[in-house]
């Protein structure tokens, strides 16, 4: 705006209004679940989240998705329907996702959908929206238990369900903000790391190849775990799905120079929770009363 300026005194008086006002927000969207809840213990969703509306995160998921199905189809990659690893993902799906709104509430209207793609990656994903996609080389590589692949989708699907996407899209844009404003210090008052790009802060950020913090990864290592339980699958296959990375990951470098904890990291963790989740996954598997065709 013409004839409009911030400088000095005033450039960072704003900047400290503006990181202590969203710092008063925090207390509210970050505070932990109460302990009466049954399952794992997380976090409420990042306040940075709501700076990206969810509508426009979940159609430029969508987008992106059909691009890559296209693309796969074009290749000769993409599973078809009768394709017995394709079934397999599916019914594991149709499991799962009963359970997903109890975490967001948006879930109710998504169009879940898994697909297969040829490809010797050891990968899987979830975009917003509950658009996923599995690679052979995971189910292939790992050689996956149906109990490890249930681990694998829930992991995905919590990244989508608490929105770590639109997360780390939302501190993009408030790091954005912080660079006009004046930068460091509102970066250091929100804990914002400043090398997140204007990239991230924009819904054309690349959905299924975002990576994640150690923070995000371990949250979902836990939500998923909680939700693969009320599925009915066992919680302790995240053990066995982790050692199994560690096999083919040798030569990884160590945890403090990753992102993602590592696995040790994270079957201590597993261990730790699966307290909280094997009454979830007992229940499950229990036979439904006068279910006739279980007695």
Same mark, same amino acid.
């Given at each position: 705006?013409?004839?409009c300026?911030?400088?000095?005194?005033?450039?960072?008086r704003?900047?400290?209004?503006?990181?202590?006002?969203?710092?008063?927000?925090?207390?509210a969207?970050?505070?932990?679940?109460?302990?009466?809840?049954?399952?794992?213990?997380?976090?409420?969703?990042?306040? %940075?989240a709501k700076m990206?509306?969810?509508?426009?995160?979940?159609?430029?998921?969508?987008?992106?998705?059909?691009q890559?199905?296209?693309q796969?189809?074009?290749?000769?990659?993409?599973?078809?329907?009768?394709?017995p690893q394709?079934?397999?993902?599916?019914?594991?799906?149709?499991k799962?996702?009963?359970?997903?709104?109890?975490?967001n509430?948006?879930?109710?209207q998504?169009?879940?959908?898994?697909?297969?793609?040829g490809?010797?990656q050891?990968?899987?994903?979830c975009m917003?929206?509950?658009?996923?996609? %599995?690679?052979?080389?995971?189910?292939? =590589?790992?050689?996956?238990?149906?109990d490890?692949?249930?681990?694998?989708?829930?992991?995905?699907?919590?990244?989508?369900?608490r929105?770590?996407?639109?997360?780390?899209?939302?501190?993009?844009?408030a790091?954005e903000l912080?660079?006009?404003?004046?930068? !460091?210090?509102? !970066?250091?008052?929100?804990?914002i790391?400043?090398?997140i790009?204007?990239?991230?802060?924009q819904?054309?950020?690349?959905?299924?190849s975002?990576? %994640?913090?150690?923070?995000?990864e371990?949250?979902?290592?836990?939500?998923?775990m909680?939700?693969?339980?009320?599925?009915?699958?066992?919680?302790?296959?995240g053990?066995s799905?982790w050692?199994?990375?560690?096999?083919?990951?040798?030569?990884?470098?160590?945890?403090?120079? !990753?992102t993602?904890?590592?696995?040790?990291?994270?079957?201590?963790?597993?261990?730790?929770?699966?307290? =909280?989740?094997?009454?979830l996954?007992e229940?499950?598997?229990?036979?439904?009363?006068?279910?006739?065709?279980?007695?």
């Amino acid at each position: 705006m013409q004839g409009c300026s911030i400088t000095g005194k005033g450039a960072r008086r704003t900047v400290l209004q503006l990181g202590l006002s969203l710092l008063a927000a925090l207390p509210a969207a970050q505070t932990v679940q109460a302990q009466t809840r049954e399952g794992v213990q997380v976090g409420e969703s990042s306040v %940075f989240a709501k700076m990206i509306p969810a509508d426009q995160v979940e159609r430029s998921a969508a987008l992106q998705y059909q691009q890559t199905l296209a693309q796969a189809t074009k290749q000769h990659a993409l599973g078809p329907a009768d394709h017995p690893q394709v079934q397999r993902l599916r019914t594991i799906m149709d499991k799962i996702t009963p359970f997903a709104s109890a975490w967001n509430p948006r879930a109710q209207q998504w169009k879940w959908e898994v697909n297969l793609i040829g490809s010797n990656q050891i990968n899987a994903y979830c975009m917003p929206g509950g658009k996923i996609a %599995f690679y052979t080389g995971i189910l292939n =590589k790992l050689q996956l238990t149906d109990d490890e692949v249930a681990m694998v989708m829930g992991h995905e699907i919590a990244h989508a369900l608490r929105e770590h996407a639109r997360e780390r899209m939302g501190k993009g844009q408030a790091t954005e903000l912080a660079a006009r404003l004046g930068g !460091s210090l509102l !970066s250091g008052l929100l804990g914002i790391d400043p090398r997140i790009g204007d990239a991230v802060a924009q819904t054309g950020a690349n959905l299924a190849s975002l990576k %994640f913090g150690r923070e995000d990864e371990s949250e979902a290592d836990l939500v998923g775990m909680e939700l693969a339980a009320r599925a009915g699958y066992d919680p302790r296959a995240g053990v066995s799905l982790w050692q199994k990375m560690a096999a083919n990951n040798k030569g990884a470098p160590p945890e403090w120079l !990753s992102t993602h904890p590592s696995g040790n990291t994270r079957i201590a963790e597993i261990e730790a929770n699966l307290a =909280k989740v094997m009454p979830l996954y007992e229940r499950a598997r229990k036979p439904h009363a006068g279910d006739l065709s279980s007695q």
